[in-house]
């Protein structure tokens, strides 16, 4: 969508993997959908450091509203929950410096049945704009697919005529391929800033590792959708959760960033440990995922448990591109892989070289060349993640 926003992939915090659609403020009031995790969350953001390494949008998910609308048609936020309405709440987003994303559903109802949107569609557009809403998830349960072409663009054109700009993130793709429709993905791109293609996430490995198949497997489809204001979305970032390990938390960072993937981290930033916000305020990858160029990577090699990912980056010297190169080792034998390989087989054919740099380890490999042999050794469910960058030759 070229409505100027999200011209690299969105940045920030989403409530949903983490906090799903826990209501219980009683027994459960630091973990309930509520404004004050959301205030608590935007106040972590910026004290510790994640604001810096650009997360930017705090977001609301499903179940923040009443279950009815007001008399008047109108949405109302749940009354025990943000009892200062949401005005308030993306006003205290925005005093702090960040923006402010929200959730509603195309259909008549959202996954966990609050109200949708049908019949509303230019009431609710209203709304937001007057709440200041700088990003919207319109999901899709309860809608019928076939309506969706018809549906997402018209809530977008809708969003856009308030005037103010607003990210528009769609699940238009996911909820027809799971009805067998083939999806028009040229106008998803030219409708949506981001759309999810695949299965919610979970916080296992066994998800990550599904979606990273998924992306893998149809990449020939869903690459060439990725670019400046338009990106695929693999969904959240479940890193310093429960269900990863140190080693599969970097394996989700570095291929989320091969995919210019939205970085929306779905974590309890209060209980963080160290090791893992460390991944998340990983500079160096960070600005692999942020590549202005917004090509989406792809895999490039797979073969018995051992991948290599591969994303064109700038910056540019003639043809030639500066690359990210992520091996991923998905064997459980055990030990750590050796993957060893030149340059060419990655596709690094300029005679200058390139740069290589190991983004996680800051190792400094120096100059190196296309037929350079590499060698890096990738424990199990992990990854090692290098960035060549170009040479220009050098003048005698
Ligand atoms: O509803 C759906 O499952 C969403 N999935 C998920 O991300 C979350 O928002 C959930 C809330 O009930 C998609 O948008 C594809």
């Not at 409530?15 to 009031?29: A, G, I, K, L, Q």
């Not at 309405?85 to 929200?102: E, M, N, Q, T, V």
């Not at 998340?280 to 692999?288: D, F, G, P, S, T």
Request: hydrophobic residues 35%; negative net charge.
């Amino acid at each position: 969508l070229d409505n100027g926003l999200a011209k690299t992939p969105p940045m920030g915090w989403l409530s949903w993997e983490r906090f799903r659609c826990n209501t219980d403020c009683v027994n459960d009031p630091d973990n309930c959908i509520s404004e004050q995790l959301f205030q608590t969350m935007t106040d972590i953001v910026v004290a510790d450091g994640y604001a810096s390494v650009g997360y930017e949008y705090i977001n609301i998910d499903d179940c923040w509203l009443e279950k009815h609308r007001s008399h008047d048609g109108k949405l109302v936020a749940d009354r025990k929950r943000f009892p200062n309405g949401i005005k308030a709440l993306s006003d205290y987003i925005h005093s702090r410096g960040l923006k402010f994303g929200i959730y509603e559903d195309y259909g008549n109802y959202t996954c966990a049945g609050y109200p949708g949107i049908i019949g509303y569609e230019e009431k609710d557009a209203l709304q937001f704009a007057d709440w200041n809403v700088d990003y919207v998830k319109l999901d899709g349960c309860y809608a019928l697919p076939y309506d969706m072409d018809h549906g997402y663009s018209t809530f977008g054109r809708l969003l856009n005529s308030t005037g103010k700009s607003m990210v528009y993130s769609c699940s238009w793709p996911v909820y027809q391929i799971y009805a067998g429709i083939q999806p028009n993905y040229s106008a998803i791109q030219t409708h949506c800033n981001l759309w999810r293609n695949y299965d919610d996430i979970q916080d296992s490995w066994a998800s990550v590792e599904n979606i990273i198949d998924y992306y893998g497997n149809n990449q020939d489809v869903i690459a060439p959708n990725a670019g400046p204001g338009h990106w695929n979305d693999p969904d959240m970032l479940i890193i310093g959760n429960f269900g990863l390990s140190y080693e599969q938390a970097k394996t989700q960072f570095a291929i989320w960033s091969i995919l210019a993937a939205p970085l929306l981290m779905s974590v309890d930033l209060r209980t963080i440990r160290p090791q893992f916000k460390h991944i998340l305020q990983n500079r160096k990858i960070i600005a692999v995922d942020q590549d202005p160029l917004g090509i989406q990577g792809r895999r490039i090699y797979k073969h018995k448990g051992i991948e290599i990912w591969s994303r064109p980056i700038g910056p540019l010297y003639q043809n030639f591109y500066s690359y990210a190169i992520a091996f991923v080792n998905r064997r459980t034998d055990g030990t750590p892989s050796d993957i060893s390989v030149t340059l060419k087989e990655l596709g690094l054919i300029n005679f200058s070289g390139y740069r290589v740099e190991d983004l996680y380890e800051n190792v400094d490999y120096g100059v190196l060349y296309p037929n350079t042999k590499i060698k890096v050794k990738v424990n199990p469910s992990g990854v090692v993640m290098l960035k060549g960058e170009v040479q220009y030759p050098v003048d005698l």
